[in-house]
């Protein structure tokens, strides 16, 4: 048991490895393309199986429950029966050699084929009142007439599949792609299974594969009307049960058209089986007819409201326009019974021109939209590979019957058209140009759009340059990226680095703002331009609102400091971006870069007369703050003790004496005042020590405010500094003394240096309220810039500086500066 159970376990996985579906697969879509494989091999097997059999030189379609046949109108115009005229399409084939046609069509024929005896058919046609009779000497079915037949439906068929397929994996959670895909998948099977046979039999083989053509052709008309109505411009409001109730009937005309193809409907009478076959029959015509209708009047309702539709939506409109004018030929063909001009006797051929190609251009137009403006990606080398496959066989069948047209008189008009030939000669070097001609060919460095991109480039420049304010840049730039580079928005974002965040500061598109206007990040974003959708573009992009408003980003760093981002939207009238594209929004980046560092400094040149200003005007008060607690009350007390003392000279000279006394010392002590003052103001001593002034600046501290300072220095620290080190140390430490003093609210402070790997660090540490970062951003706000000129003079000498700060728990100024290397 136990083997039995690790063998399972073992082998269970890799079996359901080996089948699993893909994803794309798992919805109704998938299902039907699944099925127009099988049912299309089914048709194609089943029409393979005749080659070798004897058949009168044109194709008949019945089914079980006739006895009766029609002349197809797939048969080859240039057939004999149907080149001579001996039959028409529409003839209805009554009887073989006084016989029912259908159920001994099969048997008839190979027995006079044996004999080499022609068999006889009775036909009735079309305005003529009497029947019919015509000799057939029956021939044999080969591969060539096998081509002559199949290989139209299968290139039409092969095309349709491949689209679905292309279609649904590119968006398979989307209902247009979905739908799309199963209208595809529908009509690959609608046309694999359309010839079955060349004569119809009673034979299973032959009529089961109807069963997907009969259900394909009924659910293609809902399907084209659901499509209508969700592209190229989806309605506000989906008629959902409209739509329930269009596809119960598609469902309801497939089914009846398969149930009258099989042996039991000869039980009902025949009256009763071609009321039900020709009404399913008109139904299912009807819908596709309503199908076409729709979406040529939303074609024409979008046109009539042209300005309320994107530049993206005009061109989809106007690319589907042209794929379903270009497919009216097989349309015409397929309606023709419902049609007033249309009668009975259609054919897909007109002369020797096989209309069938044409049925190419409006899933070509569909997928083509859908791919580059719905599901917004490159089409694949494989769509190439199947425009040029479309293109070739539409271009092949085009001069087949120019050839048909122009043929000399001497020519049979059973003569086989060169359409294979014309197809593989058209076919190959198209598609050897066609990868050739893309970006990494050989002629597509000649072929592609480089020089208008980069053109694009240029002017792009050439509309930012010159503008160095910060507030205006970044729109300007969004402005410039829309118009130049024809996208449907662009966005500015810079970073904050306190807040680490992006903080959109430009926009311009056919759109609002993303609702995220500032994007919080761990680390902002280096490295080269990419798209949003790429695997290796972090998740707090892929997630925020840049994913359904832009298609690539690009990084504005200037050595290796971030200074923003670009979002750049989807070209209204292209693809989303490739390498190229990508190239070149690297080149845009670069640009902005040197646009917004160059606006960034320019702005801070700017606020540096008002920053001098305030420092001034701070120092100012500072200056005055100090003069008025010592200078000023000694002044203002010194004339009242000379006074008192000038009284007291005649009565009490000792008094007198000593109240003189303390005047001296009063005057003393400003006099050492005015030279700590002094010494803050221009501290000479710098030059040769930091300790020295540090041990001042500390001692004015304590004695004028009471905070309790204290200062931990080692003994070579002078040894440690430049003139240049000291002084920043000195500016750094006595300004962080002032914002403790200012704003702390703190009872100590603590002043510790240190040297260490060649550098000198240092650290002003605060028991105070500290400062959250609003308190900090509205400091900003209003003008402060302690904090970035404390920085300023640390990283002027090459040295790093920080600040950490939070409520309740006090403030750290620290960082470093180098040290001269040791003699």
Not at 167 to 187: E, G, H, K, W, Y
Not at 613 to 633: K, N
Request: hydrophobic content about 50%; aromatic content about 10%; proline content about 6%.
């Amino acid at each position: 048991m136990a083997s039995r159970d690790y063998l399972g376990e073992q082998t269970q996985p890799d079996r359901l490895e080996r089948v699993v579906v893909p994803e794309w697969l798992r919805n109704p879509a998938g299902a039907i393309i699944v099925a127009a494989v099988i049912f299309g091999l089914m048709g194609v097997t089943s029409l393979a199986l005749d080659v070798g059999r004897p058949f009168a030189k044109f194709m008949t379609y019945g089914y079980f429950a006739r006895s009766d046949a029609e002349v197809a109108h797939e048969t080859p115009r240039w057939w004999e029966p149907i080149a001579t005229g001996k039959v028409i399409y529409g003839d209805e084939v009554d009887t073989i050699n006084g016989l029912p046609f259908t159920p001994h069509v099969r048997e008839e024929f190979d027995q006079a084929y044996r004999l080499g005896v022609p068999v006889v058919l009775t036909l009735r046609r079309i305005g003529e009142e009497l029947p019919i009779t015509l000799s057939f000497r029956p021939d044999l079915f080969t591969i060539a007439e096998y081509l002559d037949v199949a290989l139209p439906e299968l290139l039409v068929g092969m095309v349709f599949w491949l689209l679905a397929v292309i279609v649904l994996r590119a968006r398979p959670d989307s209902t247009t792609n979905q739908v799309f895909a199963m209208l595809a998948a529908c009509i690959t099977i609608h046309r694999l299974t359309a010839i079955t046979s060349v004569i119809t039999d009673e034979s299973l083989i032959v009529n089961l594969p109807k069963l997907g053509h009969m259900m394909a052709a009924g659910m293609s008309g809902p399907l084209l009307i659901h499509l209508a109505l969700l592209y190229p411009v989806p309605l506000r409001k989906m008629p959902t049960k409209l739509l329930a109730v269009l596809y119960g009937f598609g469902v309801l005309s497939g089914v009846i058209l398969f149930l009258t193809r099989l042996p039991f409907w000869r039980v009902l009478p025949l009256s009763v089986g071609d009321f039900a076959d020709a009404f399913a029959y008109q139904l299912m015509l009807f819908l596709f007819l309503v199908g076409v209708v729709v979406l040529f009047v939303r074609l024409l309702w979008l046109w009539g409201n042209w300005k309320k539709v994107s530049l993206r939506e005009r061109r989809m409109i106007n690319i589907i326009f042209v794929g379903l004018i270009a497919s009216l030929p097989p349309i015409i063909v397929v309606l023709s019974p419902l049609l007033p001009f249309g009668g009975e006797t259609r054919s897909t051929f007109w002369q020797v021109l096989d209309v069938r190609y044409f049925m190419l251009a409006m899933p070509m137009a569909f997928a083509l939209t859908i791919i580059r403006y719905h599901a917004f990606q490159s089409p694949s080398p494989l769509f190439v590979t199947i425009i040029v496959l479309s293109l070739s066989a539409l271009i092949a069948a085009i001069a087949a019957a120019m050839w048909g047209i122009v043929r000399p008189d001497t020519f049979s008009p059973t003569e086989r058209p060169p359409f294979i030939l014309f197809f593989l000669f058209i076919f190959f070097p198209s598609y050897f140009w066609s990868r050739q001609t893309d970006w990494r060919g050989w002629f597509g460095r000649i072929l592609n759009r480089t020089d208008r991109n980069y053109d694009a480039v240029r002017e792009f420049g050439n509309r930012v340059v010159g503008r160095n304010d910060i507030k205006v840049l970044p729109s300007a730039m969004a402005h410039a990226l829309v118009e130049e580079l024809a996208l449907e928005r662009a966005a500015v974002w810079l970073w904050e680095t306190n807040s680490n965040s992006y903080e959109l500061v430009g926009f311009a598109g056919n759109d609002t703002p993303p609702a995220d206007k500032q994007i919080f990040t761990l680390a902002p974003l280096f490295g080269r331009a990419r798209e949003v959708a790429w695997p290796s573009t972090p998740t707090w992009i892929r997630e925020s609102a840049l994913r359904s408003n832009f298609e690539a980003i690009v990084p504005l760093v200037a050595e290796d400091r971030p200074i923003g981002l670009l979002g750049l939207g989807r070209r209204w009238d292209e693809e989303i971006f490739d390498e190229r594209d990508l190239a070149v929004a690297e080149l845009v980046g670069q640009q902005a870069t040197l646009f917004m560092t160059a606006a960034i400094q320019v702005d801070e040149l700017r606020r540096v007369p008002a920053r001098v200003a305030q420092a001034q005007e701070r120092e100012r008060y500072r200056l005055a703050s100090e003069l008025h607690d010592t200078i000023q009350q000694f002044l203002g007390r010194l004339p009242f003790f000379l006074v008192v003392s000038q009284e007291l000279m005649d009565t009490d000279r000792d008094s007198a004496s000593k109240l003189l006394d303390r005047c001296m010392d009063d005057v003393e002590d400003a006099a050492r005042v005015l030279r700590e003052i002094r010494a803050n103001l221009a501290p000479n001593q710098l030059e040769v020590s930091l300790i020295k002034p540090l041990n001042r600046l500390t001692d004015h501290a304590r004695r004028r405010t009471g905070l309790a300072v204290y200062l931990a220095a080692p003994d070579d620290l002078d040894d440690a500094t430049m003139a240049g080190t000291r002084h920043a140390l000195y500016r750094v430490i006595q300004q962080a003394l002032d914002n403790i003093i200012t704003h702390a609210e703190a009872t100590e402070a603590e002043i510790a240096l240190g040297v260490k790997d060649n550098r000198v660090l240092f650290s002003v540490t605060d028991n105070g309220k500290g400062a959250t970062e609003a308190v900090l951003e509205a400091a900003r706000a209003q003008g402060s810039f302690g904090l970035q000129s404390m920085r300023a003079r640390v990283e002027a000498v090459g040295g790093e500086f920080s600040f950490d700060s939070s409520a309740g728990r006090g403030t750290v100024v620290s960082g470093w500066v180098p040290a001269p290397p040791a003699p």
